[in-house]
């Protein structure tokens, strides 16, 4: 197979490792030229009659690749990512990590003819809220697999590497590459002005503090703030344009292209292309939605934003007019830099620091290069450009050159099985399941008292599921059947069941009670207001999961069982009646987006539910009727994404 272009050594060297049957992992900066040797081993797969499975850590990433693939491997590629199935037995299959992990810890024997998985961004392992499931993946891995695991730059891959060997006989080739293809060139925004290195602003800087000093002043008194116009003007004069745009925050990335749009960045001949091109994607995808008035005129001159509060497919229409060129100016959050090929000559970031989860803090050094990794494209720049505003009292000068100039991270393993995982293995394995532990990424890097801890939290979740009747002498018990297909909402749909409760719900009422398992509010989001008997439906609901995180506190279980939030109970009742999605949007602030994902996120619970043997016909009927009446239009992933973009 001859390449494009030719291959870089590392590139080479993974390709051979995997022609010699070994399993590989390769670690190498974002824009390095991972993806391709990935695109190798499917079509070494294709040519030998062979499966493979590609894994990605999101939807959207899921997605993303089966368009790609789908063009460069017509016919031959499918996906499975829990709200879409296509083509499941396709020779090239696009799985969540997610649903790959439940595929192989339910029916291994799926995946007998297939040669091959590849984990893309399997760094992904220390992300604290899902970082398990790459773990779990690994070690359940069907022994005639062999893995491609790619990664950006992860200091530890040999502790990695070592532990792999470890769960797994095959022989494993490392390859590590630390240079990237196209250097980055940092320069920063400071006083509303550019400083092309960091020693001229540190040069700067000092000479400001020695000033301020002897005139006894505050030091951020004459720092003037950076202003938009100033930074654009500098990459308008310089020509470094596409440019990604990065801030944190969605509404931010909204007000930060209006402010932009006093620029002006396309001809009359771009402007007419883009409009013309931007009217036709959206009139085939049929989108209503209330972005489209805001960049209809951001579009007509080459600025964009794009964020997870977006339609998916407008999200990805967006995608598609960067591709083309034609949008010189993206405001953007950092979803766009995870694995999505979307590469520019320029990245900004809007400032260093960003919301982790819990916690507010500064990049990490890892997250930093994955999205400044975006500047420069491979044999079309001789150099990425990568600019940092620096607001002087949100970040110290040692800190940054600390991100800059500082060591990656290390994957660090947050192993922790959800109920559903324990339940599958302990169908299998009964109590042999405490050998799981030692299998894992986590024992092989923790201390003994780490390990301790991690062996006393399996047993202590063991220990509620034996008290709350899911495992009954050494064995799975009926409504455990049911728990252990809907991952994540475990003990709530397995206690709600075998109560009774589900069953004496009408269809909508159901439908409710599932997206508000799912609804995860963002921080001061309204609360809408609801009507009597859905007040009093949320009061039961409160009462009943208190009780259960009684029990998983008493125990000392983390993270507790999921709270029901019913922020989107008017909207669901509304869709569930037929309503048009442009209607839904006048009954709430809650983002588009977010309103489909969680819509889709609850119409997969319902699809698992369905697979669990236990569940009666009357419910079966009720699912039937609600996945008919809310799996339509916007909301249907699957007919989305069986549309050409």
Request: hydrophobic share 40%; proline share 3%.
């Amino acid at each position: 197979m001859e390449s494009e272009f030719k291959l870089d050594k590392f590139q080479e060297e993974a390709i051979n490792f995997a022609k010699n049957n070994y399993s590989v992992i390769v670690s190498a900066p974002t824009g390095a030229g991972k993806t391709l040797i990935a695109e190798k081993i499917i079509e070494d797969c294709l040519y030998k009659n062979k499966g493979v499975v590609y894994t990605a850590p999101i939807k959207a990433l899921s997605n993303q690749k089966f368009r790609d693939f789908s063009k460069k491997y017509p016919q031959k590629v499918g996906i499975l990512t829990g709200d879409v199935s296509i083509n499941r037995d396709a020779p090239i299959l696009i799985m969540t990590t997610e649903i790959f992990r439940n595929a192989i810890l339910v029916e291994p024997t799926d995946f007998k003819y297939r040669e091959w998985v590849i984990f893309d961004e399997i760094h992904y392992l220390d992300d604290i809220e899902r970082g398990t499931v790459w773990e779990e993946a690994i070690i359940l891995l069907p022994k005639h697999m062999k893995m491609l695991a790619l990664s950006a730059t992860i200091p530890n891959i040999k502790e990695f590497a070592s532990w792999l060997q470890k769960v797994h006989e095959f022989p494993l080739g490392i390859v590590i590459e630390k240079n990237r293809p196209v250097p980055l060139h940092f320069s920063f925004q400071y006083n509303n002005q550019i400083f092309d290195s960091f020693n001229s602003l540190k040069k700067f800087e000092i000479l400001n503090r020695q000033a301020l000093s002897l005139k006894q002043q505050d030091k951020y008194y004459h720092i003037k703030p950076n202003r938009l116009f100033n930074l654009i003007d500098y990459i308008k004069k310089k020509n470094i344009f596409p440019c990604i745009y990065f801030s944190f925050s969605r509404k931010r990335c909204e007000e930060l292209a209006q402010e932009a749009s006093n620029f002006d960045f396309l001809n009359f001949e771009e402007k007419k292309k883009i409009a013309q091109l931007f009217g036709k994607l959206i009139s085939k995808f049929n989108i209503t939605s209330l972005h489209i008035d805001f960049l209809s005129p951001l579009i007509k001159k080459g600025i964009a934003y794009h964020h997870a509060g977006l339609l998916p497919t407008l999200k990805e229409i967006i995608e598609q007019l960067f591709t083309s060129g034609l949008i010189k100016l993206i405001f953007t959050t950092e979803t766009f830099a995870l694995g999505i090929n979307m590469p520019a000559k320029t990245v900004v970031f809007d400032t260093v620091s960003k919301f982790y989860g819990r916690y507010h803090r500064y990049l990490k050094v890892r997250d930093l290069y994955q999205m400044a990794g975006r500047a420069g494209r491979r044999g079309i720049d001789a150099q990425g450009y990568v600019i940092i505003k620096i607001h002087p009292q949100g970040c110290d000068l040692d800190t940054l050159e600390n991100m800059l100039y500082g060591e990656y991270e290390p994957i660090t393993s947050q192993f922790n099985s959800c109920y559903a995982t324990i339940l599958n293995l302990y169908k299998v394995m009964g109590e042999k399941i405490y050998t799981i532990y030692p299998l894992s990424f986590h024992f092989h890097q923790a201390t003994n008292l780490g390990k301790k801890e991690a062996m006393e939290l399996l047993k202590r979740k063991i220990t509620i599921l034996k008290e709350m009747n899911y495992i009954i002498e050494n064995n799975i018990s009926w409504k455990a059947d049911l728990a252990s297909k809907v991952y994540s909402f475990e003990l709530q749909i397995g206690e709600l069941f075998s109560n009774g409760f589900l069953n004496s719900l009408d269809p909508k009422t159901l439908f409710l009670v599932i997206t508000a398992l799912v609804c995860e509010p963002r921080k001061g989001e309204k609360r809408l207001q609801l009507n009597k008997k859905i007040k009093k439906l949320k009061r039961f609901l409160n009462i009943f999961i208190k009780e259960i995180n009684q029990k998983e506190r008493k125990l000392r279980i983390y993270p507790l069982s999921k709270k029901f939030y019913f922020h989107l109970a008017p909207i669901s009742e509304g869709w569930f009646d037929g309503l048009k999605f442009s209607d839904l949007l006048s009954l709430n602030s809650i983002d588009e987006g977010e309103i489909v994902r969680y819509f889709r996120m609850g119409i997969q619970v319902l699809r698992e539910m369905l697979t669990s043997k236990i569940i009666n016909e009357e419910l079966k009927t009720k699912i039937f009727y609600i996945l008919k009446r809310v799996n339509r239009d916007i909301i249907d992933a699957e007919s989305q994404l069986r549309q050409e973009i």
